[in-house]
């Protein structure tokens, strides 16, 4: 039953609409490569923003847990 798999699955297109274009001739689309940076920045940049503002966040915080009596030092 599954002897011929691989050479059945090789043998030709699935669709009909691959035989189609296969044999009109037309070229297959190129991938375009996928851009490193996202907002004009690389990795190392977006980490450092990332972590300055986890530690503004967490600064004021604290800040604001002082500041309601929440918290504090002694």
């Known amino acids: 039953m599954f002897d011929n798999l691989r050479n059945d ?3 030709g297109p699935f669709y009909e609409d ?3 274009k ?3 001739g037309t070229a297959t689309p190129t991938a375009r490569p996928k851009p490193t940076k996202f907002l004009g ?10 972590f ?3 530690i503004a966040v ?3 915080g604290v800040m604001l847990l ?3 009596g929440k918290f504090g030092l002694f």
Do not use: E, G
Request: glycine share 0%; aromatic share 4%; hydrophobic share 60%.
């Open 22 to 24: 296969s044999a009109a």
């Open 66 to 68: 002082m500041i309601t």
């Open 18 to 20: 691959d035989i189609s």
């Open 58 to 60: 967490c600064v004021l």
């Open 41 to 50: 920045m690389t990795a190392q940049q977006r980490f450092i923003i990332a």
């Open 9 to 11: 699955a090789n043998s």
């Open 52 to 54: 300055m503002m986890m």
